[in-house]
């Protein structure tokens, strides 16, 4: 498949697939007249990559990541490192809001409060 059947097809981003393929992932042997091939094993490895992007990863983490998954088992700690890292920086930002929540609660029962007392 093409880039843009691919795009269609799975509706990925253009911008994505382009950036996948600046990685050079799936080597030149998938070249066909100048225009990259998409086979199984690259929609397997997209779908990855937009788990990835999905999850908070940058598209430089994201390059990391796969390059690290091309290199095999070997590197399973270091990517395990990585997303337990987005994992933590997810749950801080949770928190982070939960926090903003509980101000804005706070604030809207204050004024509901102060609206009853001025009405009574």
């Not at 100048?34 to 999850?55: C, M």
């Not at 994992?87 to 509980?102: A, F, M, S, V």
């Amino acid at each position: 498949m093409t880039m843009a059947q691919v795009s269609e097809k799975y509706q990925i981003p253009m911008e994505i697939l382009r950036e996948y393929e600046s990685w050079d992932l799936g080597g030149e042997a998938k070249k066909i007249l100048g225009a990259r091939q998409y086979d199984d094993s690259d929609i397997k490895r997209l779908s990855i990559v937009l788990t990835l992007r999905e999850a908070g990863f940058t598209g430089r983490e994201a390059e990391r990541y796969m390059k690290l998954l091309a290199r095999g088992e070997a590197t399973e700690a270091e990517r395990l490192k990585m997303i337990n890292d987005r994992r933590g920086g997810t749950l801080d930002e949770i928190h982070r809001k939960e926090k903003q929540l509980d101000r804005l609660d706070y604030l809207r029962f204050s004024m509901q409060r102060e609206g009853r007392r001025t009405t009574e």
